[in-house]
């Protein structure tokens, strides 16, 4: 519950209290969307979505929808038309700062207004005194300031090889990696990544990698720094085993499973797409983006036996 300095009661109006708000997070091209789309399943779960990022401004529309999307059969239709989404036009109109931030956002750039604003705005997706806010994001972790505007989230991190996410960022429509590093989105890189870059051959697929790597450590960092309650799952594992990791993370998250959530999940035809980077760089490539990302790899259990 959040009150105001005029006394207002808004964090979930009408005695509706989203306790544990479940945060998806990865790199960008990691399969956090994939993952998103399974979690947007749960019926305690509510969202902002792709209607949230058209008419960031009508919220009604959003809670209609989701008010449908609880409904067994029509809501599995309307699932599949309308998706999960980061909605940053959203984002835009609540917390502009969140948007492209050129740093890892943490706890001190979670303004008391900013903080309100949020809360308030959310609120207005309840659809039920179980309702459960969900939301994804991509990019910067932003765990520290997310922890002081919802003190009791819940992450769930989705981490995917280097090397195939950075064949993939390329590919991407959001990718800026030609603008240079002192102009793409991320902001002026860690002096480490510098090193990296400067030391290959300054490639796109190079600097995709640095990429990669300055997400995942920052992650790592904010793990470390901000303890947050987290679950971290593989998306190879996930596209191995879809319903028991699935179960695993609902356990994790207090969401209630059931057979219909089985069968979304089948209908989502999960499967793989790391097989990509092996076919669609060249021989150079590889090497040089192996050699960029070995270390994170490494920590995170990819190389070993050149598991792919």
């Known amino acids: 519950m959040f009150v105001d300095n005029r006394g207002s009661i808004y964090y979930y109006k009408k005695g509706v ?19 998103a789309r399974i979690m947007s399943c749960a019926d305690e779960v509510v969202y902002p979505s792709q209607i949230t990022s058209r008419l960031p401004r009508l919220l009604f529309i959003s809670k209609l929808y989701l008010g449908i999307s609880k409904i067994r059969i029509l809501g599995k239709a309307m699932r599949r038309m309308i998706h999960i989404s980061e909605a940053y036009p959203f984002w835009q109109s609540i917390c502009p700062l969140f948007v492209e931030p050129k740093h890892d956002l943490t706890h001190k750039d979670a303004s008391p207004e900013c903080i309100q604003k949020i809360r308030k705005t959310m609120g207005k997706l309840a659809v039920g005194p179980d309702s459960r806010l969900l939301f994804k994001i991509t990019g910067w972790p932003r765990m520290g300031f997310f922890k002081k505007v919802f003190p009791d989230a819940v992450f769930i991190h989705i981490v995917r090889d280097g090397r195939a996410v950075a064949n993939s960022l390329l590919k991407s429509d959001f990718w800026d990696g030609h603008l240079g590093i002192d102009e793409w989105r991320l902001g002026r890189l860690p002096e480490k990544q510098i090193e990296i870059f400067e030391n290959s051959n300054k490639s796109q697929i ?18 470390k720094y901000y303890s947050p309650e987290l679950m971290e799952i593989k998306y190879e594992e996930l596209c191995k085993n879809p319903i028991e990791i699935s179960k695993d993370v609902f356990e994790f998250c207090g969401l209630k499973w059931n057979k219909r959530i089985e069968n979304e999940i089948d209908g989502l035809n999960v499967r793989s797409m790391n097989s990509k980077w092996q076919t669609n760089l060249s021989e150079e490539q590889i090497n040089t983006v192996s050699e960029v990302t070995k270390e994170n790899n490494a920590r995170l259990g990819y190389l070993e036996g050149n598991r792919k």
């Open 17 to 35: 209290m989203m306790n544990k708000p479940i945060i998806v997070f990865g790199t960008g091209r990691s399969g956090s969307t994939l993952f």
């Open 206 to 223: 190079a600097l995709a990698g640095v990429y990669w790597n300055t997400l995942i450590e920052s992650a790592e960092m904010d793990k």
